[in-house]
């Protein structure tokens, strides 16, 4: 079992920048693959960025490339998500997932979430 707390997020300009933490309870986190998905009000759930386990192996769509980041430290059980440049349309609730399997892209791949944490961009 994993348990995941999402934070950081909150209210920023557009142009701005935000870094979303999520903290993982358990031992095994090191072997998880992880994944930060967002939704926006009135639209599905989709993608926004995916880690292998050990890091070496990153993914992002194609509407956050080149503006965000995505990284870990396994030593804290801790997964990152630093967003640059962030635009309107980045306004959403950020979620973070994980998987004891290959890294991926889809939501339907991740056992675990977090709560969310919400993100506004202001124009």
């Known amino acids: 079992q994993v348990q995941l707390v999402e934070s950081g997020g909150g209210l920023v300009q557009a142009g701005g920048s935000l870094k979303l933490s999520c903290a993982a309870s358990?031992?095994?986190?090191?072997?998880?693959?992880m994944g930060w998905f967002r939704q926006a009000p009135g639209k599905e759930r989709e993608f926004v960025a995916a880690?292998?386990?050990?890091?070496?192996?990153?993914y992002y769509s194609d509407s956050v490339n080149g503006r965000f980041t995505i990284s870990r430290d396994n030593a804290k059980n801790t997964v990152f998500l630093q967003m640059n440049s962030l635009k309107p349309e980045d306004t959403a609730v950020y979620y973070c997932?994980?998987?004891?399997?290959?890294?991926?892209?889809?939501?339907?791949?991740?056992?675990?979430w977090g709560q969310g944490t919400q993100v506004t961009v202001s124009s």
């Open positions: 880690i292998s386990w050990s890091g070496s192996n990153s």
């Open positions: 358990g031992r095994t986190f090191s072997s998880y693959a």
């Open positions: 997932a994980a998987q004891p399997r290959r890294v991926g892209v889809r939501m339907g791949e991740y056992d675990y």
